[in-house]
């Protein structure tokens, strides 16, 4: 609503501001992606990935009408025996199963014809496909007498499968987040070429299906940056992602920068937590992880199942639960802070020294490790008054190696997203929301000779800036005043034939009710001394 959109308009505005300050140049990235970009940058066994996202096959359903006719008819094909036999079920399995082997024929007929013709993905996987559907179908026929019931049954399942991974268009998805696409689009737009490193930040909405609740949408906005800067000189690969000690003063001001932000922006009790996840090597996180899984595995049966579950999935996600049962268990496990190798711990030694440096104050937060894959070393979360639960405002971290991982050249990384709802509400619980959209004059006309002179004086007023209520009809004088109180307007400007004869319009002050007489050019003269 538009009181409330006033507000988001300050903190996107702020925003623009603040990063300008620090160099920062905005881009504005596509709503949707190829599905793969995400999957493969923010990992496969995140939440984010397994379930959250609102992917789907993009293809022409005008072309594939009968495909996809023939696709459903598989996919929810029953058999309906009369009986329940046992055993081999003889000449009875034709009846029962030759309508579905006719089914799975259709769709290898029309699947190869929308193969050749190119209307869904020549890919190599769906060409396997089609041809063991093809091979299955016969396979499937000639052993049907020879099959008990759910044999029969199992085989009709396993072609059900096949039939179920042909894709018939590019997976593309929602975006749950914008970092990949910022790295994308680096990669796509030879980004490397320009002055490094390059500062970029984007505003906009987000999806991810998660359960909605406070603060926690499945369409929310994020206001993000990122810095990225690619390793010119030849170095044998993997060596770049050392640590310089430019990385961590690159750290310190992004993180500097986000709270300038947030000071400009008046939010309360903002707290900044930080790590150090390290990097993927074995004598650094490989290893803690390790350590982390035998500890893990040794308190498996006092755990919860999510937590059991990603003991094998993610066993760094143990560290993220809230569940109060866990806590004390969390705590007397070993601490990646104890692991790091020498560069990460010098890398982050110099982070704090930079954010000390900086005036910016932190708090070590070990458990701190972030839910997406690509982050290392540099990990941190702000969180800020009046959410609740779910009060982190902003996370980040660094992911050298992520434009490498995306086809890019060797490329360092460091950015954070905000969650601009949750910024929004706090700024609200700190009665610091928007009012409504207010006035700055109200043209009281009356009499029909004066309408002309209102709209040119309407015209000329809103051309100068000013924000200007023109009732379309003219009003009785006491109905105009209390339109334009319940407006919020700071003056009237009444017009009566009286005012247009003698070019001196009368000007009153709704606040104290003082009236005064101005020509034309004295009354923006008037306004803008008021304004300034
Ligand atoms: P992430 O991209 O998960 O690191 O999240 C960064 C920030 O975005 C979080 O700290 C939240 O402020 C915000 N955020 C993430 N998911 C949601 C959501 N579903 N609804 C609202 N804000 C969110």
Known sequence: MPAETKLWNRVEQTAREVFGTFGFGEIRLPIFEPTELFARSIGLDTEIVAKEMYSFE?????????????????????????????????????AIFQPFSSVIGNVVRLGLDAFQKGRIPRTPDNERLLADLKDGIGTFVGSLNSRSLSENRQAVNSLKGLVGQLRFGDSLCLRPEATASVCRAYIEHGMHALAQPVKLYYMGPMFRRERPQKGRYRQFY??????????????????????????????????????????RLGLEGVQLDINSIGHSAPACRRGYVEKLKAALEKVKDKLGADSQRRIE??????????????????????????????????????????LELRGVAYQENWRLVRGLDYYMRTTFEITARGLGSQNAVCGGGRYDGLVELLGGPPTKGIGFAIGEDRVILSLQEAGKGGAA????????????????????????????????ELPPVEQKFGKALGQADKLGARYALILGEDEVASGQWTVKTLADGTQGKYSEAGLLEFLRKQKS
């Open 437 to 468: 959209q207010g006035r700055d004059v109200y043209i009281a006309w009356m009499g029909e000779k004066t309408l002309a002179t209102a709209i040119r004086a309407a015209r000329d007023l809103r051309q100068a800036g000013f924000r200007v």
């Open 313 to 354: 999935t993610n066993p760094l996600r143990v560290l993220d639960s809230k569940l109060e049962s866990e806590q004390a268990i969390i705590e007397k496990l070993p601490r990646i802070g104890d692991h790091l190798c020498a560069d990460c711990a010098k890398h982050h030694a110099e982070v704090k020294r930079q």
């Open 222 to 263: 994020q206001i993000g940056a990122e810095v990225l800067e690619t390793v010119r000189k030849e170095v044998a690969s993997g060596e770049w992602l050392v640590a310089s000690a430019k990385d961590a003063a690159t750290d310190a001001e992004v993180i500097e920068m986000v709270m300038a932000y947030f000071a």
């Open 58 to 94: 993009d293809y022409d359903t005008s072309e594939l009408l009968e495909l996809l006719e023939s696709r459903k008819a598989a996919l929810t094909w029953v058999d309906s025996p009369v009986t329940q036999p046992f055993g081999p079920l003889g000449a009875g399995a034709q």
